[in-house]
Structures are given as structure tokens and as C-alpha cells.
Antibody
Framework: EVQLLESGGGLVQPGGSLRLSCAASGFTFNNYAMTWVRQAPGKGLEWVSAISGSGDATIYADSVKGRLTISRDDSENTLFLQMNSLRPEDTGIYYC??????????????WGQGTLVTVSS | DIVMTQSPDSLAVSLGERATINCKSSQSVLYRSNNKNYLAWYQQKPGQPPKLLIYWASTRESGVPDRFSGSGSGTDFTLTISSLQAEDVAVYYCQQYYSIPFTFGPGTKVDIK
């Protein structure tokens, strides 16, 4: 069974940093691109970033480019999101999601339960 | 960026009746070299993560009941629930994965009338 378990969320002040992790199991991790999607409280879904199955290519939404960095450790089957220079508008639930293929040009077919990030003073 | 719009914002349908949700993209998401529409539909129930229902605009994900169907091509797409069940109460999102950034529609809330 495919499982994704996010961790690392919490309360952080504006300008601060957090590192989110997503532990994956139940599939061959390096065969699939991975994605982060976020959801502000009471709002819709916003695509944030993706990384290829090989880990050598990454893409970002303009709203996070230069502040958030996606990475993966295939030896640990773990996806990361390093979040720097956080802003109040980064507040929300962050979901880790698995692509249906090795590239990001596929729908995502499995989602974690999410981890809540709150940026507030 | 490709802008995704959905209509209606919300709808209430009687149990057993048909529910239809529309999704429109600001530019085509049809990749002509493989004739695939890079469009997915997700269902999100309160307090839960989204769940993939449909990909390539019309391919049902494994385990999804066949009352859910997707149609359309190019810029106009539809998700149909042929006979609404109580467990289908949720917000439904379309998403394009044709062009970066992979944008979502604003969502359509489906309730029981």
C-alpha cells in the first residue's frame, strides 16, 4: 500500500524557516516524480513545486521561487521542502503527493494527510 | 499561466440524480503528439486530502466508482456523477498538468438537496 507521511509543520514567525519531510513507502520511490501542494485555511488547492524521479530537475510556482526548495533522498525514500523567508501567505496545509510517472507531466495519484504550517508573529 | 475556471461554484443535487461540473482552461491542454488532454479531477472531502478521480480527462482511477466520468477536450471539460450518493458530498477540483505551473480550478462544492 502506498503511504506518504508528512512532518515538520508548525508555527513560525515571518521571515523564519521550516523544513518539511514526507516519508514514502509502498512503491519504488525513485521511479516517480513528487509534488508539494498547499491549501490555505478554507481555500482551494495551490500547486507549489515538483521534482523529477531522478531528482535532477525541479520546478516551482512563482509565488515560492527563490524561497522554497524541493529535494529528495532516494536512499531514505523521503521528500523534503525547505522553506525560507516565510510569509503569512505561506500559511496552510502542505500536502506531499506522488506523480503517476517519472516526470511531472502526470496527475498525482496518492496524497499524504498533510502538515500544517502557520506563519504568524 | 493557464487559468482554470469551474462552474458552478456549488450545486445541490437530490440523491440518485445527476451532478455535472464544468471546467474550462484559458488555453488548450491537449498535447497533439499523443492526443492526450493533461487534465485531472480530484475529490476532497472535509478534513481529508484530495483523491484522484480522473486523469487524461476521461480515464477513471482504479477503485473509483463508475458513476464518476470525465469528458471533454482542448479547453472544455466536464465531470459527471451519474447518480449522486451521500458519500459524494465533497469539493471537486480540476487541474491541468500540461504547462508549468500546474494550476487548479477554484473548486465546486457538491451537496445533497
Amino acid at each position: 500500500e502506498v503511504q506518504l507521511l508528512e512532518s515538520g509543520g508548525g508555527l513560525v514567525q515571518p521571515g523564519g524557516s521550516l523544513r518539511l519531510s514526507c516519508a514514502a513507502s509502498g512503491f519504488t520511490f525513485n521511479n516517480y516524480a513528487m509534488t508539494w501542494v498547499r491549501q490555505a485555511p478554507g481555500k482551494g488547492l495551490e500547486w507549489v513545486s515538483a521534482i523529477s524521479g531522478s531528482g535532477d530537475a525541479t520546478i516551482y510556482a512563482d509565488s515560492v521561487k527563490g524561497r522554497l526548495t524541493i529535494s529528495r533522498d532516494d536512499s531514505e525514500n523521503t521528500l523534503f521542502l525547505q522553506m525560507n523567508s516565510l510569509r503569512p501567505e505561506d500559511t496552510g496545509i502542505y500536502y506531499c503527493a506522488k506523480s503517476r510517472g517519472v516526470s511531472w507531466y502526470y496527475a498525482v495519484d496518492c496524497w499524504g494527510q498533510g502538515t500544517l504550517v502557520t506563519v504568524s508573529s | 499561466d493557464i487559468v482554470m475556471t469551474q462552474s458552478p461554484d456549488s450545486l445541490a443535487v437530490s440523491l440518485g440524480e445527476r451532478a455535472t461540473i464544468n471546467c474550462k482552461s484559458s488555453q488548450s491542454v491537449l498535447y497533439r503528439s499523443n492526443n492526450k488532454n493533461y487534465l485531472a479531477w480530484y475529490q476532497q472531502k472535509p478534513g481529508q486530502p484530495p483523491k484522484l478521480l480522473i486523469y487524461w480527462a476521461s480515464t477513471r482511477e482504479s477503485g473509483v466508482p463508475d458513476r464518476f466520468s470525465g469528458s471533454g477536450s482542448g479547453t472544455d471539460f466536464t465531470l459527471t456523477i451519474s447518480s449522486l450518493q451521500a458519500e459524494d458530498v465533497a469539493v471537486y477540483y480540476c487541474q491541468q498538468y500540461y504547462s508549468i505551473p500546474f494550476t487548479f480550478g477554484p473548486g465546486t462544492k457538491v451537496d445533497i438537496k
